[in-house]
């Protein structure tokens, strides 16, 4: 089915480790989005990109790295990992006015 | 900074009951989303509004958007368990989506 896939579903990572959360569509779409959602506080924007080879921070990207080196994928980095990480990190694509979301990646940091 | 506001956080009701939840903004709206949410997944899109005054239906859900572009407000008729889930506005802007925190809605059998 086309779509946003992100994996892993659920991670569990110590203090200090790093780790890639993957993000892939295959709708074409040039946009594509990493928020958080945290229990209580809605989706927060971590980065954005525009296409291909451009990404830009959004409103808590400290703590994050992105790239986009292909159209498809648009993977999230966490290098040093801190409990204020623990969070469920969804991407998402746009068309037109349409976004769509993956599934999350639950990820919790001891 | 743009702050939506949503309201009840909470909404607990009995199947065939109807109820009504709030987005308010403090900035107008470039264009506002209504989503919904349920537990393990991410936010599906229900509906787009642009227009001050808007009125949009899909099936039993009616979405209304304020004359002045800075409110709106999602009723759903006869509600059943099928609608439980979070229910999320954000406002399109720049191309980047900023959510309120969102009503859960549990209706119960």
């Known amino acids: 089915n086309a779509g946003v896939t992100q994996t892993p579903k659920f991670r569990i990572l110590k203090i200090g480790q790093s780790m890639t959360l993957q993000c892939a569509q295959d709708m074409n779409h040039n946009y594509m989005y990493w928020y958080r959602q945290d229990p209580g506080m809605g989706l927060k924007l971590i980065y954005y990109s525009v296409g291909a080879g451009i990404t830009d921070k959004g409103e808590v990207p400290n703590g994050y790295n992105v790239s986009r080196s292909t159209t498809e994928d648009f993977p999230l980095r966490l290098e040093l990992a801190a409990p204020s990480q623990t969070s469920v990190y969804f991407c998402?694509?746009?068309?037109?006015?349409?976004?769509?979301f993956g599934s999350g990646t639950r990820l919790t940091v001891v | 900074t743009q702050l939506l506001e949503q309201s009840p956080q909470f909404l607990s009701i009995q199947e065939g009951e109807n109820l009504t939840v709030y987005c308010n903004s403090s900035s107008v709206f470039s264009s506002l989303q209504w989503y919904r949410q349920e537990p393990g997944e991410g936010p599906v899109l229900l509906v787009t509004?642009?227009?001050?005054?808007e009125v949009k239906k899909l099936k039993r859900l009616t979405f209304q958007f304020g004359d002045a572009r800075k409110d709106s407000s999602l009723h759903i008729t006869a509600a059943q368990t099928g609608d439980t889930g979070l229910y999320l506005c954000a406002d399109q802007s720049d191309y980047k989506l900023s959510f309120g925190a969102g009503t859960t809605v549990t209706v119960r059998a």
């Open positions: 998402a694509s746009r068309g037109g006015y349409g976004y769509t």
């Open positions: 509004v642009v227009t001050g005054g």
